[in-house]
């Protein structure tokens, strides 16, 4: 891995809280309960504020959502704090809450899924009432059958399935978000997860009460190779989704007008922001999502995932020949890469406190 790109999650945690240090952000640290990394080491949400005591204007990043993308997130927003290049993204009456690592064990373990194979970006959803996604009765054999080494004969099926599905019906089958099959893909849970939990807290305490807010969560696996998508997630105030456009220009892309490489999905953490709002407060909410392979390549990834940690335990799935599939998805070992993400990333931090600033 490159230098900015630490190669495991305790290197990228030590790097973030150590710049978090250097730059005198208010820090707090939520343990993990229950869970030791790979090393058997801690793991846990940390997260760092810049900025005024009481902000009214506030931009809130997000990394490691999906555990193993955390390594872009994370170098970003250790970036971020070590000002290199971001003299356009700092403003003295916008503050900054960086949220890292929310998934810890899915990033400790090269995992786009939590402790409990839960996909943290499906969970902030009314579990009394989950949504359904038959669709994905449909898809849901085929993708668990098959080895931690995808062969050619379940790509064949794969194809087959996508072909007689339609491939966009095939994508929303797949990717929308599941309740019903806590060992499949995409899966919601059947309870507001841990890091769920911690991330509304941290509303609550930090973001609540704020008249503006900026909200980016970071990701990776979707899209063209190196290109920083930004995909509206909401706010819901009425003039949200101009606000949004006016900030990051005609490269903002929309699930909902099937204009992004995400077709639409739900229970995304943007949820816990727009609910932990007490009223009045204005939301402009993306995802900042980073191209890595061809989907395909990355559904494969993640079913060979799948079968390794179904199988195996964790710690015996982690050092398996086959990991290097899913770190390949979503964190490519590519100098040139890595750079993009961390240009796109300065751009895009800047056009958010811009749009903070400016109103």
Not at 235 to 242: E, F, K, M, V
Not at 340 to 351: C, D, S, T, Y
């Amino acid at each position: 891995m490159t230098t900015a790109f630490p190669p495991t999650y305790a290197q990228a945690r030590h790097d973030f809280r150590s710049a978090a240090a250097r730059r005198g952000a208010i820090r707090r640290t939520f343990p993990l309960p229950g869970h030791r990394g790979p090393d058997g080491g801690e793991l846990g949400v940390d997260t760092a504020y810049l900025g005024p005591e009481r902000p009214d204007r506030l931009l809130v990043t997000v990394s490691g959502t999906h555990g193993v993308e955390g390594f872009a997130g994370s170098a970003c927003q250790t970036q971020l704090l070590l000002g290199e290049g971001l003299a356009t993204a700092t403003d003295p009456t916008v503050g900054f809450l960086l949220v890292h690592a929310l998934n810890p064990y899915g990033f400790a373990f090269l995992r786009r899924v939590n402790e409990d194979n839960v996909d943290l970006n499906r969970n902030f959803v009314d579990h009394d009432a989950p949504p359904h996604n038959d669709a994905y009765d449909q898809v849901h054999p085929t993708l668990l059958d098959g080895t931690g080494t995808p062969s050619a004969d379940f790509v064949a099926r794969l194809l087959d399935l996508s072909r007689t599905l339609g491939l966009r019906a095939f994508q929303e089958a797949v990717s929308h978000g599941q309740y019903r099959h806590g060992d499949g893909l995409f899966y919601g849970g059947r309870a507001a997860a841990w890091s769920h939990r911690v991330l509304r807290g941290i509303v609550a305490e930090q973001v609540a009460g704020v008249a503006r807010v900026g909200y980016i969560d970071l990701h990776t696996g979707l899209g063209a190779r190196g290109v920083g998508e930004p995909i509206f997630r909401g706010g819901r105030d009425p003039g949200a989704r101009t606000r949004a456009r006016d900030w990051y220009g005609p490269e903002l892309t929309d699930s909902d007008e099937g204009t992004s490489s995400s077709t639409p999905i739900v229970g995304n953490t943007a949820t816990a922001v727009a609910d932990g709002l007490t009223g009045g407060e204005e939301l402009t909410a993306i995802t900042l999502e980073f191209g890595t392979l061809p989907a395909p390549e990355v559904l494969l990834a993640l079913c060979a995932d799948n079968w390794l940690h179904l199988g195996l335990d964790p710690v015996a799935a982690f050092g398996a020949r086959e990991k290097g599939l899913i770190r390949d998805a979503f964190c490519p070992d590519d100098e040139v890469w890595c750079g993009r993400v961390l240009g796109r990333a300065r751009e895009v931090f800047g056009q958010a406190v811009a749009g903070l600033a400016g109103a």
